[in-house]
């Protein structure tokens, strides 16, 4: 992430996060990471059923994030070709960084999705 952003995100957010982690949350996180691997055996079953059902979709990515560069939010684009993808200029705190671009593009896809 760019430096500038660093100052963007609340200091004490992991500590808002570490106050949501019970035992069984922690194993859940423990497990996910562990098997990070295995788990991609269902990505083929996922993809497809993206294929098939054409969810509507909103993708709004942070290209600044190391651990799921842009590529990856374009990615989704093979499977859901009509999706709509939003590039802000952030990271992986996408929505502590960028929250005041981000809430009108969720808010516009809700209204025309919901409605």
Not at 88 to 93: F, I, K, R, S
């Amino acid at each position: 992430m760019r430096p500038d952003l660093v100052p963007r995100i609340p200091p004490d957010l992991w500590k808002l996060h570490w106050s949501l982690i019970n035992p069984r949350r922690r194993e859940i996180a423990i497990d996910l990471i562990a098997g990070l691997k295995a788990n991609r055996s269902w990505f083929g079953a996922h993809r497809r059923y993206l294929r098939e059902h054409h969810p509507p979709t909103l993708i709004v990515w942070g290209p600044q994030d190391f651990y799921m560069p842009e590529k990856s939010a374009r990615a989704y684009l093979r499977d859901l070709p009509g999706a709509e993808l939003h590039m802000l200029d952030g990271g992986h705190w996408l929505l502590e960084t960028n929250l005041d671009e981000a809430v009108p593009l969720i808010r516009d896809f809700l209204d025309r999705t919901l409605c």
